[in-house]
């Protein structure tokens, strides 16, 4: 099982500012398969970023992932107010397996 | 637009079976190279996922190891439905319970998701 560790586990920033989330996993995924999801309180997660870079569909262009290897990125470029929520990357080079999240609070 | 509804109880005895199911709305349960999976997330364990079921020429089912022995995933192309069957639940197995799609079976990321049903084993 490749175990994925999201830091920080809290992330205290003000709306305007950039918000840099990481994601580490436990064995190269050589193939970047790697997504994030972004979970707001009392709904389902929302997919942002697959194949660690491609943005979904709908998602706004200040969102971006980057990384390969064992080190995965996502960038928020100005938060807006309805981005503080939980941030999970998912992993899908084998059997899926989540992070356990990033919290972004508004400071 | 896919969108996905769950039903099912919210509450289940110890030692029984927890059934819930999954209506699709603009997809179909058996469309080939999509699948259609069982997640959960709880405090202890995060998010989990359990497994998928998916049509190529015929049925397939994967599961996740630690629930392997004792799930079980149908679909059902009248209803365009798919139902998850968790058998000797016990208080770990509480949870919210989501069903998703994933639009590729060879890159499983999750872009439709369920409403999610809370799941206490009490």
């Known amino acids: 099982e490749i175990v994925l560790t999201q830091s920080p586990g809290t992330l205290s920033l003000s709306p305007g500012h950039r918000a840099t989330l990481s994601c580490g996993a436990s064995?190269?995924?050589?193939?970047?398969?790697l997504a994030w999801y972004q979970q707001r309180p009392g709904q389902t997660p929302r997919l942002l970023i697959y194949d660690a870079s491609s943005r979904a569909t709908g998602i706004p262009d200040r969102f971006s992932g980057s990384g390969s290897g064992t080190d995965f990125t996502l960038t928020i470029s100005r938060l807006e107010p309805e981005d503080f929520a939980v941030y999970y990357c998912?992993?899908?080079?084998?059997?899926?397996?989540f992070g356990q999240g990033t919290r972004l609070e508004i400071k | 637009q896919v969108q996905l509804q769950q039903s099912g109880p919210g509450l289940v005895k110890p030692s029984q079976t927890l059934s819930l199911t999954c209506a699709i709305s603009?997809?179909?349960?058996?469309?080939?190279?999509?699948?259609w999976n069982w997640l959960r997330q709880s405090p202890s364990r995060g998010l989990e996922w359990l497994g998928r079921t998916y049509y190529r020429s015929r049925w397939f089912n994967d599961y996740e190891v630690s629930v392997k022995s004792r799930m079980g995933i149908i679909a059902d192309t009248s209803k365009n439905h798919f139902s998850l069957q968790l058998n000797s639940v016990t208080p770990e197995d509480s949870a919210v319970y989501f069903c998703?799609?994933?639009?590729?079976?060879?890159?499983?990321?999750?872009?439709?998701w369920g409403q999610g049903i809370v799941v206490t084993v009490s």
């Open positions: 998703a799609r994933a639009r590729d079976l060879t890159t499983p990321f999750f872009d439709s």
């Open positions: 998912q992993q899908y080079e084998t059997s899926p397996t």
């Open positions: 603009g997809d179909s349960v058996s469309v080939s190279g999509v699948s």
């Open positions: 064995q190269t995924l050589s193939n970047s398969f």
